[in-house]
């Protein structure tokens, strides 16, 4: 499950930038929230998976380092996000959006810091 920016990034830029291209789309061209939040927690989980016999979740979280130039961090986030429901036009203007505010995250000249958290979940069958 995503666990959402390792903090303070350019995935957070990205999101924030996506987010608000969304907004401007009519309802019917929006993206839904995806899956049953309850399972963005531990707590949640165990209450889907209990009754069908699991024990509780335990959790673990790695980070995924997409930093890099500028275009390979843009090409990653936008591999990441299912753009598809917007116009061209504002996925040409996220992306330069994008791209100037994710150079001045790149120390002079270095790469751009881009990192997002996905958390892992496992239970087991009790019995």
């Known amino acids: 499950m995503g666990g959402g920016s390792a903090g303070g990034e350019a995935y957070e830029l990205f999101v924030s930038l996506l987010r608000r291209a969304w907004a401007d789309l009519p309802g019917e061209h929006r993206v839904p929230s995806l899956g049953d939040p309850r399972t963005r927690s531990a ?18 979280t790695a980070r995924i ?51 997002m958290t996905m958390k892992f979940a496992t239970a087991r069958l009790r019995g």
Do not use: H, K, N, Q
Request: include cysteine.
């Open 43 to 60: 707590e949640g989980l165990a209450e889907i998976l209990g009754p069908a016999g699991f024990g509780p979740p335990t959790w673990s």
């Open 65 to 115: 380092d997409f930093g890099g130039p500028v275009e390979l961090v843009w090409e990653a986030m936008a591999r990441v996000y299912d753009m598809g429901p917007l116009p061209a036009a504002a996925v040409a203007e996220l992306r330069e959006a994008f791209l100037a505010g994710a150079a001045e995250l790149a120390p002079a000249g270095g790469p751009v810091p881009c990192a």
